[in-house]
Structure formats: structure tokens, C-alpha cells
């Protein structure tokens, strides 16, 4: 497959979803025309010739995930057109089954296009319908991611030169045209109608002089040519193209249209005579053939009638199994979230726990708390060793102000004190 064959097709995908997030009237169509440039995309991967051969799947149609067919056919397929992708673009991922629990599925998807660097930005259960503007988006990233994979880039088209025009023949005197030559044919024959009867002098003259002419140049001796025929070759082939009389045939011409016209008929009527005789034939074993089938059809429904209305029946009780197991896989969905938020509590727990045990038999705090009692019972002694003294000294102050205040100014002890 040629890079240059698809070389208009650069920036389609870009182009594309910048005009799907723009709102307007055509806003509807988007999908369509990104899933026929996605179908471009798998066939530049050769999915037919590897995905389809190899896990026996139809090539898709033009719109195939744009509208709903199938859900559970589409799922499928949209599954499986995805890890293959996946594959293409070196990421180790195995196909799904259809037994397969759809949330694990599109989570497994989706982690892997985060990893490759999108981001999407729309419910995951969307893509449980198989089909839609999630869909298409997705494997859209996926067939870009494929074919940056395998190296394959968008080259500018490169367009046929178209080859110019043949320089029209030089006219001359001596080249014709048709119209032209009916023309001069037309009035060459009313000219004869009208003067078929006139003798005319010119004619009699121009005659005359004719012979005149052709009675002097009578030649009296042999004439020999002296020219070489190799020269005679050579100048005969120069001027031979020149010589040539082109005549151009004019497509408007009514005369032409009339000839094939009538030739066209004449082939027609030769093929419609040759060909009745075995469509007759045809026409009656076909005729047979579709009585018998229409009877054979008839005892096939009479004799399977219980048969079917039996498939009918299993057909309801596998419709009704399905939903039970729709409705089961979102309950085991729910409780499975909330046994992970349930196990994340516990973790957070646990890890509380053991960061409280880690304390509690720790001794740090408690030789800490030692030494702290240590220090206060040294300041507290250092205190009431500061507190003896100042009593003391409040004591003697005491004292001294009571002795001063009895008056005994005459006491030979109280200068001594």
C-alpha cells in the first residue's frame, strides 16, 4: 500500500474531531464521517488481510460503529478491533472473549489509552453499546497510535501531471474540414440543378486555352531525368508530412449521430433475435425451479413448525438470562466498589493502629516524662531553699522595724542591733 496513494487523507483525524466539538446542524453527521476516515485507517493496517483471516470477522461497513445494528455483535467487535490495535501499537494485551465480564474489558481499554496519553471524557459505560461518538473516538486514538507504531506518516498528494494538448495541425489550403466539404458538396449541387442547361463561355475559353496550352509544350525530344532517386527518396520522405491532409471530424455532426444510430439498432435487433430463444428457455426453468422451491419451502415450514416455535421459546428464556445477567454484573459491580472503598478504610485502620502500638511500647516518652519530674523536684527544692531565705530576711526586717517603733532610743543593745 502506497504512502502516496493516501496522501490526501493527511490530518483527517485532526480535522475531524475539532469539527465533532463545534455544535451545529451538522454536528450529527460528525460520527459518520469519522468512522468512514477510521475504516481508511484499518485498511492502512491491512486489518482485512490480518485481524478479519485471523479471528474470522467481517470487514466493517462504512458506518458500522456509527449506528446501532447489533449491541451485543458490535461490543464484541469493538472489543476485539481494540486490543488488536493495542497490539499493533507494542502494548502485550490478549483478545476478549464474549464471556468475558464487559467492565474489566473496557476498564483494561481505557487504562490502556491513558497510558498512551489520552485522556477520555465520557462514562466508561458508554462504550458497553458498541457503537456510538465513545467508540468511534476511541479506536480513533488507537488507529493513530497503531500507525505511529509502525512509522507510517501523512505525505503531501502528489497529482498526476495531466500531458498537454497536441499543437493544432497548421491549416492550409490543403487541410479540410467536414463541415466545410459538406458545405462546398451542398453548393456544388444546387449549382448543377440550376445551370445543368447554361453553356458557359468561361468554361469554353479556360478549355480552349487548356489545349492551346498542351499543344505548345509538347515536347520534341525524349526528356531524361538527371536527379538521383537516393536524393528523390530523401526529399519525397522531407515533404511527405507536409503533403498530408488532415481532415477533422466534427462529433456534432447530425449525419455521424444517424449512422451509428441506425448501427446501434441493427446490433440490438441481431442480439434481441439471437437472444429470445434461450431467455424463453431460461424463463421456464427458472419458472419450475422457484415452484419446487415454493413447495419444498412449504413442507419445510410444516415440518419444523414445533421446532421453531421450540427456538422461539429458547430464544425469550436466553433473552430473559441475558438481562438477569445485565442486572448481576452491575450488582457485582457496585459490590465490588464498595469493598474496595471498604478495604481502603480498613487499611487506614490498620495503619492507625499500628502507628498507636508503635507508641505505646515505646519507653522515649516515659524517660522523658523521668527526667522531667527529675528537674521539678531540683527546682522545687532550689525554691524552697530561696524561700527559707527570704522568710529569714522578712523575719529580721520584721524585727528590726518593731524594735525601732517601741522606742527604745535609750537601750545600749539597740545601736548593737
Not at 371 to 394: F, N, S, W, Y
Request: glycine share 6%; with cysteine.
Amino acid at each position: 500500500m502506497s504512502d502516496d496513494e493516501e496522501g490526501n487523507k493527511a490530518g483527517a483525524a485532526e480535522a475531524g474531531a475539532a469539527e465533532a466539538s463545534v455544535s451545529g446542524p451538522g454536528a450529527k453527521y460528525q460520527p459518520y464521517v469519522v468512522m468512514e476516515e477510521l475504516l481508511d485507517k484499518f485498511k492502512l493496517l491491512r486489518y482485512e488481510e490480518t485481524f478479519c483471516k485471523q479471528l474470522g470477522h467481517k470487514p466493517f461497513s462504512r458506518h458500522y460503529f456509527a449506528i446501532k445494528i447489533n449491541p451485543g455483535e458490535q461490543f464484541h467487535a469493538f472489543t476485539s478491533i481494540a486490543a488488536w490495535l493495542l497490539q499493533m501499537a507494542g502494548k502485550h494485551i490478549e483478545q476478549p472473549e464474549e464471556n468475558d465480564d464487559p467492565n474489566a474489558t473496557i476498564s483494561l481499554i481505557l487504562d490502556q489509552l491513558r497510558q498512551l496519553g489520552h485522556k477520555a471524557s465520557f462514562p466508561p459505560h458508554q462504550l458497553k453499546t458498541g457503537f456510538g461518538d465513545g467508540c468511534i473516538w476511541t479506536l480513533d486514538r488507537l488507529a493513530d497510535e497503531a500507525l505511529k507504531a509502525k512509522k507510517f506518516s501523512w505525505r503531501q498528494p502528489i497529482y498526476p501531471e495531466e500531458e498537454a494538448e497536441e499543437d493544432n495541425v497548421m491549416e492550409d489550403d490543403s487541410e479540410l474540414n467536414a463541415n466545410k466539404m459538406d458545405e462546398d458538396l451542398v453548393q456544388d449541387d444546387d449549382d448543377v440543378e440550376e445551370e445543368e442547361n447554361v453553356l458557359r463561355v468561361d468554361d469554353l475559353q479556360r478549355k480552349i486555352g487548356k489545349q492551346d496550352n498542351e499543344t505548345s509544350s509538347k515536347p520534341e525530344v525524349i526528356l531524361e531525368s538527371n536527379t538521383d532517386s537516393a536524393e528523390w527518396k530523401l526529399e519525397v520522405e522531407r515533404v511527405l508530412p507536409q503533403l498530408k491532409i488532415t481532415i477533422r471530424a466534427d462529433n456534432k455532426d447530425w449525419r455521424n449521430h444517424l449512422e451509428l444510430m441506425h448501427n446501434h439498432t441493427n446490433k440490438i435487433n441481431e442480439s434481441v433475435t439471437k437472444m429470445m430463444p434461450p431467455l424463453s428457455k431460461l424463463q421456464e426453468e427458472i419458472m419450475r425451479s422457484l415452484e419446487k422451491i415454493g413447495s419444498r419451502e412449504t413442507y419445510i415450514n410444516n415440518q419444523l413448525d414445533h421446532h421453531l416455535q421450540g427456538f422461539r421459546v429458547h430464544q425469550d428464556e436466553l433473552a430473559e438470562i441475558k438481562e438477569r445477567y445485565r442486572l448481576a454484573s452491575g450488582g457485582v459491580t457496585e459490590l465490588t466498589r464498595k469493598l474496595a472503598e471498604i478495604s481502603d478504610e480498613m487499611d487506614h485502620v490498620k495503619q492507625d493502629m499500628d502507628e498507636r502500638g508503635s507508641n505505646m511500647t515505646n519507653s522515649a516518652p516515659l524517660v522523658e516524662i523521668r527526667q522531667a519530674i527529675g528537674k521539678l523536684k531540683q527546682e522545687c527544692l532550689q525554691m524552697d531553699i530561696r524561700t527559707g531565705v527570704l522568710q529569714h530576711m522578712l523575719l529580721r526586717a520584721r524585727l528590726k522595724e518593731k524594735n525601732l517603733s517601741s522606742g527604745a532610743f535609750g537601750d545600749p543593745h539597740f545601736h548593737g542591733l
